[in-house]
């Protein structure tokens, strides 16, 4: 079974600054994914990123860009600029090949300060 | 777009009584989940399936039942509910099995069990 880890439970960052996130996880598959989804105060989830792991090139997505060290099994979120709508709860999940269900970690709320 | 839909939204229970949770995607999608989310302990997968007819134990499925009788719609019951059950409720879907599938979640439903 796939365990994920966020080993911050809460985190503050100052607005415009960087901030990164992490994640560990664990697996003994090779081919698999790894997702940031964002829960902001409204509880909707919504996708961040995603990272595939046959990919040595880390994803980017405007501000948010992800350190993806497979040996090390470690998915870090990465804000750059940081904006007050950045506040909200992130997870990291793993999907594999298993009826493509998601692993979710324990989530990380992230304040962002004015 | 509606996306996923889930009702009601809030619901308060006394111990013992039953109750369903509907969830509705208008995405054609196969594969439907149900997550609870307790603070500090991220979403843990209750039930999912891979398509009509079809359902399948997730993570923590004691205390609960599902159905899919319609492609688009996902049912979760409490038969009996429990002061355990206190949770917030996600459903989520995505189209396909691969990996590289993000999850669509619904807005979430708050229950109490007093």
């Known amino acids: 079974a796939q365990t994920v880890t966020q080993s911050q439970p809460e985190m503050s960052v100052q607005e415009a600054e960087t901030v990164t996130l992490s994640c560990t996880y664990d697996?003994?598959?090779?081919?698999?994914?790894l997702f940031w989804y964002k829960q902001p105060p409204s509880r909707q989830m919504i996708l961040v990123i995603r990272?595939?792991?046959?990919?040595?090139q880390n994803a980017t997505e405007n501000r948010f860009s992800v350190n993806f060290q497979k040996a090390a099994k470690s998915f870090s979120l990465k804000i750059s600029d940081s904006q007050l709508g950045d506040t909200a709860m992130y997870f990291c999940?793993?999907?594999?090949?298993?009826?493509?269900?998601?692993?979710f970690g324990d989530g990380t709320t992230l304040t962002v300060k004015p | 777009n509606a996306g996923v839909t889930q009702t009601p939204k809030f619901r308060v229970l006394k111990t013992g009584q039953s109750m369903t949770l509907l969830c509705a995607q208008d995405?054609?999608?196969?594969?439907m989940y149900w997550y609870r989310q307790d603070p500090g302990m991220g979403l843990r997968l209750i039930h999912y399936?891979?398509?009509?007819?079809?359902?399948a134990k997730g993570e923590v499925p004691d205390g609960y039942n599902v159905s899919r009788l319609k492609k688009q719609n996902f049912l979760l019951g409490l038969e009996s509910a429990a002061p355990s059950q206190t949770s917030v409720y996600f459903c989520?879907?995505?189209?396909?099995?691969?990996?590289?599938?993000?999850?669509?979640f619904g807005s979430g439903t708050q229950l109490s069990v007093l």
């Open positions: 989520a879907s995505s189209y396909r099995q691969s990996s590289n599938e993000k999850l669509f």
């Open positions: 697996t003994s598959e090779s081919n698999y994914y």
């Open positions: 990272q595939e792991a046959y990919k040595q």
């Open positions: 999940a793993f999907k594999g090949t298993n009826a493509g269900k998601s692993t």
């Open positions: 995405m054609n999608h196969e594969y």
């Open positions: 399936s891979v398509g009509e007819g079809t359902t």
